[in-house]
């Protein structure tokens, strides 16, 4: 980690993440060794925090950048980090089809539901019901349609080799993301396909309440929505 200020909202779960990302990428040794794709959204300043080699993509198109990266530098640990408007909105032909070719590149992705930065709008992850800001009385599915699992349908492809969704709100948490984002860099550099560690996260500000009671929020509400766990483990 570089000694940077976060510019993050109380709260938010990507300074945890970012965290645990660096203490995995400095644990394999892997410092230099190492090119990340910094995505459009709330961490679009990642590369402010974590002292590798990164690259901006546009939005969305983290997935399609980083297999260019990996292609041409098989030797190098690459991974994406991306939030869920830009992975599962706009960035989702990229993400899909870079996983089903099984590019042997780390997909994080964060998802907590909302449009952090921008204003609080309507993802295609926000649960049936949650007021946003461009869907004040609630997701509804008549006009707006379900909630997009995403991870589950990247399970589903054959180029997947892991898809494991987590959450860092407890220390158990905590430590069983690091675990999994430990495996998912691990399956990159051995070859094994694409591994993809979603983060089910906190949006303080966009969900307008505090940092407890988001947390308590998303154990209500997203998990149930979002289950914790291996989708597929290979």
Known sequence: MNDTPMHYCPGCSHGVIHKLVAEVIGEMGMEDKTVAVS???CAVFAYNYIDVDWVEAAHGRAPAVATALKRVNPGKLVFTYQGD?????????????????????????VNNAIYGMTGGQMAPTTLIGMPTATCPYGRDVALNGYP???????????GTCLVTRQSVQT????????????L???????????????VVSTCSSGWKK???????????????????GDLKNI
């Not at 992975?87 to 870079?98: F, K, M, R, V």
């Not at 997009?148 to 589903?156: F, V």
Request: hydrophobic share 45%; proline share 6%.
């Open 210 to 228: 505090s940092p407890t009671a988001s947390n308590r929020w998303m154990e209500e509400n997203m998990f149930p929505a979002y289950p914790l």
């Open 85 to 109: 408007g830009d992975l599962a909105a706009i960035g989702t032909a990229e993400t899909i089809h870079a996983a089903n070719r099984g590019e042997n590149i780390v997909i994080i992705f």
């Open 184 to 198: 998912a860099f691990e399956n990159s550099m051995a070859g094994k396909g694409t591994s993809v560690v979603e």
């Open 171 to 182: 220390p158990a948490a905590v430590r069983k993301t690091k675990k999994m984002l430990r």
């Open 148 to 158: 997009l699992k995403i991870g589950n349908i990247l399970a589903q492809l054959d």
């Open 39 to 41: 995505p459009v959204g």
